[in-house]
């Protein structure tokens, strides 16, 4: 008599557990994932060569991602042309564009992002110089000051840096050369973005830490 | 009186008395018969010794005795055949009589519990299939799904490192293997070998391998097979008992302890279980494994309640992981990679010391599995069962990067599970079941990953119904099923530069199975069956997208190839404008065993064919912004497997068996005439146990000796590395024949060994894995690229039982 209802009540228990659990904490139907950006990327890297003595001869070489995201990667652009026996100083501006006509002008020959959309990655590194460094390497003896071919082969080597960080290692975000007064032509000249968390050090090298980038230019000096 | 028996599950509690004397044909052996369920007697049963022919019928009490035996050790044949004409339902039809095959081992104990004599799944009677028992499972809870049911013939598994790892069936893995969790389809975000199930074994009661395409009873994706995870039982009328156990582990410094108790009254039963495991990094015989540690937590528990008509089982289980990967596998430069892939062992700088640290490359999951299921017996002829399930499945990995304290995946998948099952009563001599099924999932991207999602957002909803009868005259049974899916997906995702992209789709299609069993000759059993089956692609296949781990994987919608043969992937393609098709499979797998006195054999042979099979291949070597990665592609073809199990054990003496195993497997892809990827090499394995009574102190001791040795796989595509990538001038497009990175590794030779003691209320064991401390590396473990496999890994276990009488 009793024990039927019972039947009956335990049996609900499992019917209402199941139709709590078929609908409770239901989701919207129709979520779109939420536009994502990536604030950690170089979409567009550029060297800036200034004459010491001149500042308005700047040489520029640029480096392009042109699909973000996509497949391709970071494209060199152009070659470095600079004049022979002269001495420059070699900035970057690293940018992260992701504005929406990114898309739109892939394969519109360089033109200029808006920068007002653009994220200053360059920034972000001065601010983080401690965990980042630039290594270089180029055509032996291409510069008269740095002699030698860079110092990605060898931490030691020289670079004439002109910024440090709080414990006194190079940076690289701004650096000196001389050229040489003999002329190349199909030369390279590499720069290399090492991230060392934890791993800068004076003695710490281009093959310690990860590569931001690793980008080959042509190098030509006449 | 009234027993009703578990639906799948037959089994019954013996207590033996063995009364062993020095001259031959004088032992003797007597039992008792309970319902496992109820614990009391099942009467008049009959109970052969297969060796010999002997047999009696037990009393109204179930109790048996028979004497004037041969050898100490026998094999019961239990068939409860008058007994169960009134009552067991299914069971008693038309000379259907439930065999039990026992075998026994006498122990030096007046009691003996054998539980657990499956009767198989309904529709697939006819298939090949091994169950694994809850004490091999528990021989070592630190394991991975897949590594505890490695040792099956025609079961291999393929792997990302030492925590992520997924079973392969007869060369096919991932979703084409359905994994069936506490009755319902485990729903995680299931992509290729990237992932592995999260579920943790110190839980799982027994786990069932089905070899064949069982998708008519199971959906879509058991096409290549089915793992069938039971928890608890449940079982009422139990004492409270429990169970503390605690182990370690040399390699990785690991530690785990556990717990379990239960108690089962007249009327319902609980469980309760819980679980901590602890992995710092392994090591290989030269060098640290950086960041290959895991940790993880899990908590189960059940609740029964049964009455006369019905028995209502409702389960909570939680799995909470921390799984690493291989810092040596993430690189940010192209020269970086091309030295790892050239170099014997990691860069130094990724070879740290031993820490338990997880750091980022890592997987956090957590997966919640509430269900609830009713059994409702109307009738001594039929029942109808009604379960359902919710799952949430929550996922975020991290990946070496500048913004590496952000997720680089971040996903909530929610699954809904409701199916009705119709065990029918007996017509014109049918034994079948019906049965109705909705599945549902809902993924859904968490926001704050600051990358082009990797999966896109997604709903998909499948309405099934199935039916599979069986027909049984005399030694011979039919079976056969039939099974219609209706599937729809909805897709949201994000291009490259941000748009949104949808997708509307929908599957309907037929699965069907035949099969027949045939025993003869007593010992003699032959089962074919035949299966179709379909699977539509699912999620990652066509939209993966981007990097994930070490690599880049593109899915089939989400690339192509420009006029220039060039790799583009700024567009999505809508499914229905692709000619992307689902996958057919058609399986045949035939199975002979031989049970004689001391020897036994089974031997399976399969041919497996796939229309529009859909694999992953590599493309090359891609800078993505984020660094150069290895890049992958999906890509369908027309595919062959044909393949051999064979298993042969042999008792080598009263307390010594051995076993013999051998799989080997042969896959072609078709339409290409060329090798596939990833593809199982041949095992040869031995295993030698020696299962001694009373040794020094402990009441009884198990011995194990393994080795085994994996060939070298000769059937991998030809090797591009990413020096011949990057400065050669091959080009790649997917009419180029398939290649891998790195050359498939040589054969190695393993050693396993384990000792297995019993003392009062003690359990314990000593196992060594890689006992020569080899180094090797698995063709099937992704991290091959990087490192070696972990060294030689000494395992310590304790386990302690404890019971409580409150009759």
Known sequence: MNKMNKFRKYSMIPMLAAAVLLTGCEKEEDEIPEEEHDHEVFTDVKLIFTNTQDSSDVVEALAQDPDYEGVEELTVLDSINLDADKTYTLTFEILNVHEEEHEEEEGEEEEEHEDEHAEDIGAEIAEEDDEHQFFFAFSNDAFSNPLGDGNIDNAADAINYNDSDDNGNPVGLSTSWETSSSSLSGGYFTVRLQHQPGVKTASSGANDGDSDFDLTFVLNIE | ?807
């Not at chain 2, 059937?715 to 790195?742: M, N």
């Open chain 2, 1 to 807: 009186m009234k027993i009703t028996f578990q639906l799948f599950l037959l089994g019954n509690i013996l207590s033996l008395n063995i009364f062993a004397q020095s001259d031959s044909c004088t032992f003797s052996l007597s039992g008792k018969i309970l319902d496992v369920e109820t614990k009391e007697p099942v009467p008049y049963v009959s109970v052969v010794i297969k060796e010999e022919g002997k047999g009696t019928i037990a009393n109204e009490k179930g109790e048996f005795f028979i004497n004037g035996l041969c050898s100490q050790s026998n094999t019961l044949i239990i068939s409860c055949h008058g007994y169960c004409d009134s009552v067991c339902e299914h069971n008693h039809r038309h000379g259907k009589v439930p065999h039990i095959y026992l075998r026994q081992k006498v122990v030096d104990v007046a009691t003996v519990t054998i539980k657990a004599q499956v009767n198989k799944k309904k529709g697939t009677e006819s298939i090949s299939q091994v169950t694994i028992d809850e004490k091999e499972l528990k021989s070592d809870v630190t394991r991975s799904l897949a590594l505890s049911i490695e040792d099956e013939q025609g079961v291999s598994l393929i792997s990302v490192g030492s925590n992520v790892q997924l079973p392969i069936i007869h060369g096919l893995y991932g979703n084409r293997i359905l994994i069936l969790n506490n009755g319902i389809k485990h729903g995680f975000q299931n992509w290729g070998k990237d992932h592995a199930p999260e579920i943790d074994i110190s839980s799982a009661n027994k786990i069932t391998i089905i070899k064949g395409a069982a998708g008519v009873r199971f959906g879509p994706e058991a096409l290549g097979g089915a793992i069938i995870v039971e928890p608890n039982p449940l079982y009422l009328k139990e004492d409270f008992s429990g169970e503390v156990r605690s182990g370690f582990q040399t390699n990785g410094k690991g530690y785990n302890s556990g717990f379990e108790i239960g108690q089962g009254k007249k009327k319902w039963s609980y469980f309760l279980n819980g679980n901590y495991t602890k992995i710092g990094d392994r090591n290989t015989p030269e060098y640290m494994l950086t960041n290959s540690g895991k940790e993880e937590f899990s908590f189960g528990s059940g609740v029964r309640y049964r009455t006369k008509m019905l028995d209502v089982k409702t389960y909570y289980s939680l799995i909470d992981q921390n799984l690493g990967l291989l810092r040596a596998s993430f690189f940010h430069s192209a020269n970086a990679i091309r030295q790892a892939f050239a170099a014997d062992q990691p860069d130094s700088a990724y070879i740290l010391p031993f820490s338990y640290t997880v750091n980022e490359p890592n997987q956090l999951t957590q997966h919640h599995l509430a269900k609830g299921e009713v059994k409702w017996t109307y009738s001594d002829h039929g029942n109808l069962v009604f379960r359902a399930g919710k799952q949430l499945n929550k996922r975020k990995e991290f990946d070496v990067r500048r913004n590496s304290s952000k997720p680089i995946i971040d996903l909530d998948l929610i699954t809904n599970d409701a199916q009705l099952e119709w065990n029918h009563p007996d017509r014109f001599g049918l034994d079948g079941m019906i049965g109705i099924q909705y599945f549902y999932q809902d993924n859904d991207n968490n926001p704050g990953t600051n990358t082009t999602p990797f999966i896109p957002n997604y709903n998909t909803g499948r309405y099934s119904a199935f039916l599979v009868e069986s027909k049984r005259i005399g030694e011979h049974l039919v079976e056969a099923g039939l099974r219609v899916d209706y599937e729809s997906s909805n897709v949201r995702g994000r291009e490259t530069n941000q748009d949104i992209f949808r997708d509307e789709y929908s599957f309907t299609n037929l699965t069907s199975s035949i099969g027949y069993v045939k025993n003869f000759k007593k010992s003699h059993s032959f089962r074919t069956s035949f299966g179709t089956a379909w699977r539509a692609p699912n999620m990652a296949e066509l939209f993966s997208f981007g990097q994930h781990g070490f690599k880049n994987s593109y899915g089939l919608l989400r690339y192509y190839f420009n006029d220039e043969n060039k790799l583009k992937t700024d567009q999505v393609t809508n499914l229905n404008e692709s000619n992307v098709t689902p996958e057919k499979g058609y399986k045949l797998i035939n199975e002979l065993k031989i049970n004689n006195k001391l020897q036994s054999h089974s031997f399976a042979v399969y041919s497996h064919y796939l229309f529009n099979f859909i694999y992953l291949r590599p493309y090359g070597l891609i800078g993505t912004f984020r660094g150069p990665q290895p890049t992958f592609i999906f890509d369908q073809t027309d595919a062959l497997f044909l393949g051999a199990d064979y298993d042969w054990s042999a008792e080598l003496g009263n307390y010594l068996e051995g076993t013999f195993g051998i799989s080997y497997l042969w896959s072609r892809n078709i339409t290409d005439k060329e090798t596939l990827i990833n593809q199982p090499p041949v095992t040869v394995s031995y295993k030698l146990i020696w299962q001694q009574r009373k040794l020094w102190k402990f009441s009884s001791s198990r011995i194990l000796l393994k080795p085994f040795y994996r060939f070298e796989q000769f059937q991998a595509p030809r090797t591009l590395t990413p020096e011949q990538l990057t400065e050669g001038d091959e080009v790649i497009t997917l009419e180029s024949e398939i290649f891998d990175f790195k050359a498939a590794p040589e054969g190695y030779f393993m050693l396993r060994v384990s000792w297995e003691w019993e003392w009062n209320s003690f359990k314990g064991s000593v196992s060594v894995n890689n006992v020569l401390n080899t180094s090797y590396r698995d063709y099937l473990n992704e991290m091959r690229y990087f490192a070696d496999a972990p060294g030689r890994n000494i395992l310590f276990s304790l386990n302690y039982k404890f019971n409580a009488n409150n009759k």
